[in-house]
C-alpha cells in the first residue's frame, strides 16, 4: 500500500531544496531542529551508483532518526533499471520517500542525459516515472524546471507525470537553458497547478518569509534552497509568517556561530574532522557573508582544518562583533 505522506502535511509546505554538496545529514538535521515541519531532501544521488551500493554513494544518502517526518532521498540518473533498484535500495534505508530529479542544469549532468535533460522527452519520462511508482510503496516525487529549452511541454508533461502517479511535484521556475539567470516566473508554476490535483511546490529566489508569504497563491508549498546556507532560521520565519505570527529576528552573530559550530562538530563526528573540515568551507563562505570584516574572515575560514582552528576564527568573530 502506497505510503503517501505528501497529502497529509499541513499547508503551507515547506521544502528544503536538494543541494549538491550542501544539503548533507548534519545540515539537514540542524534545520529539522529548527523547524520540524520541513520535509528534507538529500544530495542528488546517482541511481546507478546506489543500486551498485557504492560506499561514498551509500554515505550521501545516509540519514539520521532525527531526519524522519520526513526525508527523501533524490535520484537521478537515465537508466530504467537503474533507477529500479535504487528505489528498492531506498526503501530498505527506511527513508520516506523518493524525489525524482528532472531539474539540474549543470553541463556534468545532463551532458550525460541525466538531470533536467529528461525534459526533452516527457512523455518517455512519465513511463519511466510510472513503472516507478508501481514498483514501490514509498511515494514519488518529482523536481523539475519550466522546461529543457522552453516551457511549452510544462502543463503536458505535469499531467502526464500526475497520471503516473507522483505523489507531489516541485518546480522551479527557469529553464534549464536559463540556468540561474534571470527571475523564476512564478507565473508558470501557479498555472500549473490549475491543471493538476497533485500538491504543487513552487521553487526559485524565495529569499526571505515575506517573500514566501507573497509567492504562495494558489500553491500548496514553497522550496528553499541557497536562501537556507545564509540563513538556516528562513523554515521557521516561514511558518510563522503563514500563520500571521510575529516573525522571528534574524539571528545574532553569536547564534550563527553556534549554528555552524554544531554543524561543524556534527560533519566531523560523520566524515572525520579533517575532511569534514575542507566540505565545511563552503558553508562558512555563505556564513561569513554580510557579517562584519567579511572578507578577513572568509580568507581564514576556506583554509581552516581543524575543530580547534575554526574555535579560534569564530572566538575572533564574536570578538570583533561586541567591539
Request: aromatic fraction near 8%.
Amino acid at each position: 500500500m502506497k505510503r503517501n505522506f505528501w497529502s497529509k502535511l499541513s499547508r503551507p509546505i515547506l521544502v528544503l531544496a536538494p543541494m549538491a554538496g550542501y544539503t548533507e545529514s548534519p545540515f539537514r538535521r540542524l534545520v529539522k531542529e529548527i523547524e520540524p515541519s520541513v520535509v528534507l531532501i538529500s544530495e542528488l544521488i546517482s541511481a546507478e551508483a546506489l543500486r551498485r551500493k557504492n560506499e561514498k554513494t551509500m554515505r550521501l544518502a545516509e540519514f539520521a532518526p532525527e531526519e524522519k517526518n520526513f526525508y527523501c532521498v533524490q535520484l537521478f540518473g537515465k537508466d530504467e533499471d537503474a533507477f529500479l533498484d535504487a528505489v528498492k535500495v531506498v526503501e530498505d534505508m527506511g527513508a520516506d520517500g523518493v524525489d525524482i530529479n528532472l531539474g539540474c542544469p549543470s553541463p556534468k549532468v545532463i551532458g550525460s542525459g541525466h538531470g533536467s535533460a529528461l525534459l526533452k522527452d516527457p512523455c518517455t519520462t512519465a513511463r519511466l516515472i510510472e513503472k516507478m511508482v508501481q514498483s514501490t510503496h514509498l511515494p514519488i516525487s518529482v523536481k523539475m524546471r519550466l522546461g529543457f529549452y522552453d516551457d511549452k511541454d510544462l502543463i503536458q508533461a505535469a499531467k502526464n507525470f500526475e497520471s503516473a502517479g507522483i505523489s507531489s511535484l516541485a518546480i522551479h521556475g527557469r529553464t534549464t537553458k536559463q540556468r540561474f539567470t534571470g527571475s523564476a516566473q512564478w507565473d508558470k508554476i501557479y498555472e500549473v497547478k490549475e491543471h493538476v490535483s497533485i500538491p504543487v511546490i513552487g521553487n526559485g529566489d524565495v529569499t526571505s518569509s515575506a517573500i514566501a508569504v507573497q509567492r504562495l497563491k494558489n500553491l500548496d508549498g514553497i522550496m528553499i534552497g541557497r536562501a537556507a546556507l545564509r540563513n538556516p532560521w528562513i523554515f521557521a520565519q516561514c511558518r510563522a509568517a503563514f500563520a500571521g505570527e510575529p516573525i522571528l529576528p534574524k539571528p545574532t552573530i553569536q547564534e550563527q556561530v553556534q549554528f555552524f559550530h554544531r554543524h561543524a562538530l556534527l560533519a566531523s563526528e560523520m566524515k572525520g574532522e579533517r575532511w569534514a573540515m575542507m566540505e565545511m568551507r563552503k558553508h562558512f563562505a555563505h556564513f561569513v557573508r554580510g557579517i562584519p570584516s567579511a572578507s578577513q574572515f572568509r580568507g581564514k575560514l576556506i583554509r581552516v582544518e581543524t575543530l580547534a582552528g575554526l574555535e579560534e576564527i569564530f572566538d575572533e568573530i564574536l570578538l570583533t562583533n561586541r567591539q
